[in-house]
């Protein structure tokens, strides 16, 4: 099935470091997520975005809803060791309950 | 439960056997979703349901995928004649109807993982 294009597809860096990760798409979606998920663990939801331009914090996350609609960004600023997992996007085309498409995911690893 | 309950946690098996994967979805959730994880990769789609009845099955791979949610809250995903490429974590999602202060979002299960020898 389809897959969002996310970058990078990994990152290493050190505590207190902040990180930039994207996704693409080459359709249009109305909501944007992103997700982190843990090993073992189902995806959680970090950040949902539902209108184009948008800029929602949570935390020392940060995301943006990309003004063509067909991309996304999430900034997390002075990581810390819990931050490390793997990182999904998640587009929706209609609001509402309705499948989501995901990214192909960005790993987070922090070195010590 | 509090959350999203999948059972079994892990499942081996061997080509050509049939399985059952069961979700319990969060009390009072209308949507449940069934999605694949290969290693490495992001969640597929497979099937949607609202209520009973399936309201997208555009994502099961063939007709050897199979999901029913007969009373409208806790879903079964049957695999006939499984394959090894069948082997990947199966993760149940479920979510409220959107409005009275909620955004219909997914809440997911932690998955059950399929080996199919």
């Known amino acids: 099935g389809q897959q969002l294009n996310q970058s990078p597809q990994s990152m290493f860096i050190q505590e207190g470091e902040d990180v930039s990760m994207n996704c693409t798409s080459s359709s249009i979606f109305n909501t944007w997520l992103w997700y982190k998920q843990d090993p073992g663990e189902g995806p959680v939801l970090l950040i949902a975005l539902y209108k184009a331009g948008e800029l929602t914090s949570n935390g020392r996350l940060t995301a943006q809803f990309g003004i063509t609609r067909k991309d996304s960004f999430l900034n997390i600023s002075a990581s810390i060791p819990s931050d490390v997992g793997i990182y999904f996007c998640?587009?929706?085309?209609?609001?509402?309950?309705?499948?989501?498409?995901f990214g192909t995911g960005t790993r987070l690893t922090i070195i010590p | 439960g509090a959350g999203v309950s999948q059972t079994p946690s892990n499942k081996v098996t061997e080509k050509g056997k049939y399985v059952e994967l069961r979700c319990d979805p969060i009390s009072g959730h209308t949507a449940l979703y069934w999605y694949r994880q290969s290693l490495g990769q992001g969640p597929e789609f497979l099937i949607y349901f609202q209520g009973t009845g399936a309201a997208d099955d555009s994502g099961l791979p063939n007709d050897r995928f199979f999901a029913v949610r007969p009373e409208g809250s806790v879903s079964t995903l049957k695999i006939q004649r499984t394959e090894r490429g069948d082997s990947a974590v199966y993760l149940c999602?479920?979510?409220?109807?959107?409005?009275?202060?909620?955004?219909?979002?997914?809440?997911f299960g932690e998955g059950s993982r399929l080996t199919v020898l």
């Open positions: 999602a479920s979510s409220s109807r959107p409005g009275q202060g909620n955004t219909g979002e997914l809440f």
């Open positions: 998640a587009g929706r085309t209609n609001f509402g309950n309705e499948k989501l498409t």
